[in-house]
């Protein structure tokens, strides 16, 4: 009876969104504790200090959940695995913290939000899903109720802004490309064998930045506060997420799991609100019911495209190599 149970919230599709849900209410949350954290630290040391400590924890739980088999991975799929480091890790991040110095955090956060286009896009693209008139209705009105949030309705795209808004919008490419890849990756590695390669990956190339950067100052040094930062930073916003995020990749459409990261900045302005005590304005609440309203149209779209079972048993997982498109 309870593996019934079990068997079918694994293989519901808004159980699953419910899990993307509360991963983008952290990744929402993140700016606040790296906002804390900056306080001690440059950019590159908190991203290259979060990664090494989830690559550590990711890869001890894949050795005692997994075994040392799930670390086996077929030579010519290195350069996959480096393609969704750079994406995701190292030049992602790069591109997101140098996006800042040269534009607004408003304009970057709108930006960034075009991820989700940029997913669907792809997806269609590469992997061939279908587009419908409601999801893209969906997304749509939902990009707009996050264009509401974190503009406040006012924006600047001067020319002064140019370089910052191609460096967010290279920003949101390149988590598209990573979520597509990690689709493609999951229907023949585990999820964990994919994030202990992705971190692994993505802190080799983020070291050298960090060992020439500006030096830090002693990790023994550095107060409670933004050890916790880290450490929420590390723990939930990349193991926990990344692990829910693309185990979502692997069930549903990519469209569907992109659909979810309109919660983030809905998220991070009503922990602002609660945590910091900024106003909440009536931008953000009509921005609010525009998401809750785009992903409620999107509902009818949601559903399971891989069972549970059919991955226990291997079903659809072509080896060896990768999955080409129409397979």
């Not at 983008?24 to 630290?41: H, P, R, Y």
């Not at 998220?267 to 900024?278: H, N, T």
Request: net charge positive.
């Amino acid at each position: 009876m309870l593996e019934n149970v079990t068997g079918s919230l694994k293989n519901n599709a808004f159980t699953i969104m419910f899990g993307l849900i509360l991963v983008n209410v952290f990744w929402g949350a993140s700016s606040i504790a790296a906002k804390e954290a900056l306080l001690q630290m440059n950019s590159t040391d908190i991203v290259t200090i979060r990664f090494t400590i989830a690559f550590f924890i990711v890869l001890a739980l894949t050795l005692l959940l997994k075994g040392r088999g799930a670390l086996r991975i077929e030579a010519r799929d290195i350069p996959v695995f480096i393609i969704m480091s750079l994406a995701n890790v190292s030049i992602g991040f790069i591109l997101q913290v140098q996006a800042l110095v040269y534009t607004s955090v408003t304009n970057f956060s709108l930006e960034f939000n075009m991820s989700t286009f940029f997913i669907m896009l792809m997806g269609a693209a590469l992997l061939g899903e279908r587009l419908t008139r409601k999801k893209m209705g969906g997304a749509a009105v939902a990009f707009a109720g996050a264009a509401l949030i974190i503009t406040g309705g006012h924006m600047d795209f001067g020319s002064s802004h140019l370089l910052g808004d191609l460096m967010g919008i290279g920003s949101a490419l390149s988590f598209g490309l990573f979520s597509i890849v990690s689709k493609k990756v999951s229907q023949k590695y585990d999820i964990m064998t994919i994030l202990v390669y992705t971190f692994m990956f993505g802190v080799l190339e983020l070291v050298p930045i960090y060992l020439l950067g500006a030096p830090m100052p002693s990790l023994v040094s550095l107060s409670v506060l933004s050890w916790s930062s880290i450490i929420f930073l590390a723990v939930l916003c990349s193991v926990f997420a990344f692990l829910v995020y693309t185990y979502g990749l692997n069930r549903l459409k990519a469209s569907d799991v992109a659909m979810s990261i309109y919660v983030t900045p809905l998220a991070g302005i009503m922990l602002a609100v609660i945590l910091l005590g900024e106003t909440l304005t009536v931008y953000t609440i009509c921005g609010a019911a525009l998401i809750m309203a785009g992903m409620y149209m999107t509902r009818g779209e949601l559903k399971i495209e891989r069972p549970e079972k059919c991955i226990e048993r291997g079903e659809g997982i072509k080896k060896p190599g990768l999955p080409s498109r129409g397979e």
